[in-house]
Structures are given as C-alpha cells and as structure tokens.
C-alpha cells in the first residue's frame, strides 16, 4: 500500500528535482550573459510601446526614432582597440592584409571604390552599386549589409549598435 513515508519521499524528490532546476537554471544565466544587458535593454525592445499589444501610433515612430538617435556619433571617432576586438566578426571572412578570402581584403576600404579591388569576384549588385565606401556608407551598410546593398552575397546579419560600427570605422581607418 502507499503509506505516508512513501508520500513524504514522493513529495521530497520532486521538491529536490525542482531545486535543482532552479539552481542550474540561476547559474547558467550567470554564466552565460552575453553583453552587459538584461531584460530592459533599449535595443531588444526597440519600436515597442507601452501600450497594449506592443504597438505604435504613427507620432510614437517619430518620437522614438528621435529619442534613438540623440547620441550623436561622430564617425570615424570611435576607439580603434575596440573596433579591432569587434571586427573578429568580421575574420571569417575577411582580412586586413592585402589578401582576399571569402570576403575581399578591407585595408585601405576608406574612400575606397565599392567593389573595387581587383581580382575579387563581387556579386552583380555590389558591382552595379558604385560609389565610394566613405565613413558614411561603411555606417549604413554596416548597420544591415542585405538591405542596403540588396542581392550582394554578404550573409552577415550587420552590427547594430552605432558604437560597435564606429569602432570598427576607427580600426578600418587606422589601417589605411
């Protein structure tokens, strides 16, 4: 039969499974924070609203994008030891030696034609974009490379935080 030990030992082992869950669940999230952010990040809520369902009136937009952009980064100011630990997203691909890989070699890319080094096979719409990869360009394109260069081949997904871009700038410029 069940007797009350057997409750007791039953109820006792779920409490210590659900402990230890607990537990391991507290201390992964300590061990595994990405960035120095929680919950209340701007960027992870980023075109959220207060009101129900999360949703924006047309005069929210405007005054949210307002309140986005009123940390004014000077291009090309940034901290080049930074923007070379930022640009290890950019290794994989990419090298700053004169020699091309997956993606073409970006020292000297400041001021440099798009699609401009010889020899690198660039997609259709990276050869048919023209112009120069000037401070500003680098930012818009670096900030999401499929949308403002769309049908170029480069996969990745851009760096969304205008320090990291301009970081990144700073070392790209300290290269040339």
């Given at each position: 039969?069940?007797?009350?030990?057997?409750?007791?030992?039953?109820?006792?082992?779920?409490?210590?499974?659900?402990?230890?869950?607990?537990?391991?669940?507290?201390?992964?999230?300590?061990?595994?924070?990405i960035g120095?952010?929680?919950h209340g990040d701007a960027e992870e809520h980023a075109g959220m609203s207060?009101?129900?369902?999360?949703?924006?009136?047309?005069g929210d937009?405007?005054?949210?994008?307002?309140?986005?952009?009123?940390?004014?980064?000077?291009?090309?100011?940034g901290d080049a030891a930074k923007g070379e630990k930022v640009f290890g997203k950019c290794k994989a691909c990419h090298k700053v030696d004169g020699s091309n890989a997956t993606g073409p070699h970006?020292?000297?890319?400041?001021?440099?034609?798009?699609?401009?080094?010889d020899g690198f096979a660039y997609s259709d719409a990276m050869a048919a974009h023209g112009g120069t990869?000037?401070?500003?360009?680098?930012?818009?394109y670096l900030t999401n490379p499929k949308e403002n260069i769309p049908g170029n081949k480069m996969s990745f997904a851009g760096?969304?935080?205008?320090?990291?871009?301009?970081?990144?700038i700073a070392y790209l410029q300290s290269l040339q």
């Open positions: 039969m069940f007797d009350t030990m057997k409750l007791t030992k039953a109820v006792g082992g779920v409490l210590v499974a659900f402990l230890f869950l607990l537990l391991g669940s507290w201390a992964a999230n300590a061990l595994f924070t120095g952010g929680g207060d009101k129900p369902g999360g949703l924006l009136d047309e937009a405007g005054e949210e994008a307002e309140a986005a952009d009123e940390p004014q980064i000077v291009l090309g100011t970006l020292d000297g890319v400041i001021d440099r034609a798009v699609a401009g080094v990869w000037t401070l500003e360009a680098l930012d818009a760096l969304k935080k205008p320090e990291d871009r301009n970081d990144v």
